[in-house]
């Protein structure tokens, strides 16, 4: 304990034997004193001698005033270090805890898993760490109010702990993420599962408050000191641990949430690919590397081109062609979407605008952009700068939109289609959008999802769920397309089906805007000016922001 550390001041305060000393030494002369002038005074008294010395009856006086003093003053002094030394107690337990539930916090835990780790070591024992997120936390807060958010908090804690072993010990890392520390026999990692699978039951069980009751999903992520088989002990320091931890809880986020995964090496090798992807992203964004695809949107019946889907490509140095499905996700996640969208956006206006501007232009967009509540304001910036007819542009937005905000969602969708932009649900039966919503939020179009068109290519009637979907959309005044047309036996099963748009591979690839140039020219379908531009710029060898100019001052 600190309080036996030579320098500690309560430790010096406490020997601090000044005040004792004097009450020490007037005890000493007491006695002295009192030796002489006691006789003296029981004679007194007796009559059988004088009156006392009065020197040293006064002495005598003094001395037991001053025992008195001493004596109150060493008293004063041990209390008032006593209460020193509960104060420092408090403000060390408040330092290492958290105020609210009064688990530890991130700094103290750090400390306890070492310690822990050690009493285990001794043992022969393994330890696990175990770090909790919440899921859906910050919507409790967003929708009931901080005070509601803490009292979870609180009850949660309770459920934890009424869990864990004995030797356990828990802590809140931040404002919903807990972990805790606990010791398992070597070899026994299943203990640590039963533990987390009941810690899961318990955690399902809605948490009631007197005004409304709450319900939470947790991911979990957990690491060991010990191998698998326990046989051998790693070395693994705490902060290893927290670490290793920390990303098998990534894992579990990543792979959807209310589930928990051990740490694997494998992890480690993955969190480093993504980490380069991030900064690759970052770098290739900042220098113009990713580039707008367009495929194709046919009129199913006549088979006319009616416009082009953009389809987002990153053109990495190192990797390659890289598809958005690789990195959309992680540009949403390091909140890069928006920038990257709408510079893709951008040079899409500018490729469209050579076209045949009866050509549509489709772009989608990502929940994570309809967050911003003025997005379609930006959107009809953007237009306005590029100088691109609203009406030419369709926004793609997917069913998981419209679980976030509905609100919002459907102000932003009445602002857009104000100023004549077209707006498509994307991927349709692959998300959970209600009947209900289908009907009270104003779309122009449905886009039926290619995982159930491709279905149309199976032997035997598989067509039932398409044909479900295209008489919904009917039945809504909505045109639909279809996407995923890849061959010919698609393409005749859904021709019976009515009248359709439709994109997918037998119609081509995705190219990319020189191609779609290409394409466009042969088809005498490139504005006047731009085809001039396009020699112009053959002539100049210029890039094709250099070409728009040129075409359009
Ligand atoms: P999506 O909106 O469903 O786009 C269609 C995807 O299907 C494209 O994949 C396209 O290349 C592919 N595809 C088209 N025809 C066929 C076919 O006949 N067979 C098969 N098997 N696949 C076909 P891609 O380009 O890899 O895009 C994947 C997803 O990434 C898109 O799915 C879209 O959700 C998203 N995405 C693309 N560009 C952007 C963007 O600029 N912003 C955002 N937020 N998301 C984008
Ligand atoms: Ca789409
Ligand atoms: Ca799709």
Redesign the pocket.
Known sequence: MTEQEPDNPLGAAERDIIALGIATASIILLVGTGGSVMPQVMDALTGAGGAPNVILVNALLLNIALIIFGWRRYRELTREIEERRRAEARARLLAATDPLTGCLNRRSMFEATEELRARAAMRGEAVAYCMIDLDNFKQINDMHGHSAGDAVLVMLCERIRALLPREARMARLGGDEFAFVMPFPAGHADRVDDLVIRLFESLVQPFRMPELTVELTLSIGLAADHDADGTIGLVVDAATLMHRADMALYQAKKQGRNRYFWFEATMESELRFRNQLETGIRRGLARGEFVP?Y?QQVDLDSGALVGF?????WRSPQLGLI???IF?PIAEEIGL?NEL?ER?MEQAFADAREWDDTLTLS????PV?LRDPWFAQRILKKLVAAGFPPQRLEI?I?ESCLHENVGLVRSMIMSLRNQGVQIAL??FGTGYSSFEQLRNLPFDRIKI??SFV?ELKEPGNHSRLVEAIVSLGRGLDLPLTA????DEEILQALKSMGRLKA????YGQ?EDAEGVRARLRSAGRLTGASTEGALAQRAAGEDAQTLYRIARP
């Open positions: 695809f495929e889907e953009m389809l987002a490509r598809s958005p499905d959309v979407i969208s893709l772009v989608n967009i990502s952009q793609e997917t994307d991927d999802d290619r491709s996407e995923g047309v890849e994109q997918g591979y037998f995705p």
